[in-house]
């Protein structure tokens, strides 16, 4: 999930519900935002009730491991999309065509409402991601704040990333810098916005998984499918990875660029079968140690 929210359009939300565990993730962050606002009301003995229904064991490792992919990621990946950006974004454009042709599946029934929901979400993404083309290099406290929140809801919503939402507003070069330089102060900033969003929005998300899961997962895969231009490998000369204005790909590149993209496909896929049969493995072992 960390290297994934690295990847402005690869969802770390994307990750977990492909990997199965995406409802019990967000079912601990609300449970942790719900502690967390009691606290802030001063409610201790609420605080206290709360706080015990927290499964620690999964959120710390989860987060452990998307910390250590963060830090020892941050500066190749970089790297890599300066120097090979046709490859890498190819790569990564296959990857998460392959997640959303893998997490349709997780619709029951493809109703014409949710064709409609998928298809108009799909259209006005992609038209979105195309009204910014560069970045803001010294953002005020209150645009870091909102950026690190929106940027969080983004980070738990499987189709759209962190990383993507920051390039549509124009701080995806500016956070990657202030990692790499180890702003504590800035980072702070962006770490209060995230804690203030996953409180406002986690409880929302989970109302809405819960009564209306399909037409979710629609807008999700919309998403999906109209965040790709941010991973288009030709956007306009030299104008970086926040440019989303696209290029028709030169012939000598095309083929390359394919080859990646599908070696970023067969990757998720076996990615998918690996964790499919991990789940089926620990059903079984359930069920041979049940009464």
């Not at 109703?111 to 038209?127: C, E, H, K, N, V």
């Not at 790709?228 to 306009?236: E, F, G, N, S, T």
Request: charged content about 15%; overall charge negative; glycine content about 10%.
């Amino acid at each position: 999930m960390g290297a994934a929210d690295l990847i402005p359009g690869v969802s770390g939300g994307t990750v977990a519900l492909l990997l199965g565990i995406y409802d019990r993730l967000i079912e601990q962050i609300k449970s942790l935002s719900g502690a967390i606002s009691r606290l802030g009301r001063a409610d201790f003995a609420g605080f206290r009730q709360r706080i015990r229904y927290v499964d620690w064991y999964f959120l710390i490792s989860l987060l452990a491991g998307i910390l250590l992919a963060v830090a020892l990621l941050v500066s190749w990946l970089r790297a890599q999309i300066e120097e090979h950006p046709v490859v890498v974004s190819a790569l990564f454009f296959g990857l998460v065509a392959a997640s959303a042709l893998v997490a349709r599946r997780e619709i029951v029934e493809w109703r014409p409402s949710r064709f409609i929901i998928f298809a108009a979400t799909a259209a006005l993404t992609f038209a979105a991601v195309g009204l910014r083309s560069g970045g803001i290099e010294n953002p005020t406290a209150i645009v870091v704040l909102v950026a690190g929140a929106l940027a969080i809801c983004a980070m738990v919503l499987p189709g759209i990333s962190g990383s993507f939402v920051l390039v549509i507003i124009g701080l995806y070069d500016h956070l990657i810098g202030v990692i790499e330089r180890t702003e504590f102060g800035v980072l702070g900033l962006y770490a209060l916005g995230a804690v203030t969003g996953l409180c406002l929005f986690s409880h929302f998300l989970h109302w809405l998984l819960t009564g209306y899961r399909d037409y979710v997962i629609a807008v999700l895969l919309g998403l999906m499918a109209g965040s790709l231009r941010v991973l288009w490998p030709w956007p306009v000369t030299d104008g970086g990875i926040e440019d989303t204005r696209l290029e028709i790909p030169p012939l000598n590149e095309a083929y390359g660029a394919l080859l990646a993209a599908l070696l970023g496909a067969v990757g998720l896929l076996a990615l998918v079968q690996i964790a499919t049969r991990f789940e089926n493995f620990d059903a079984q072992d359930t069920l041979e140690r049940s009464p």
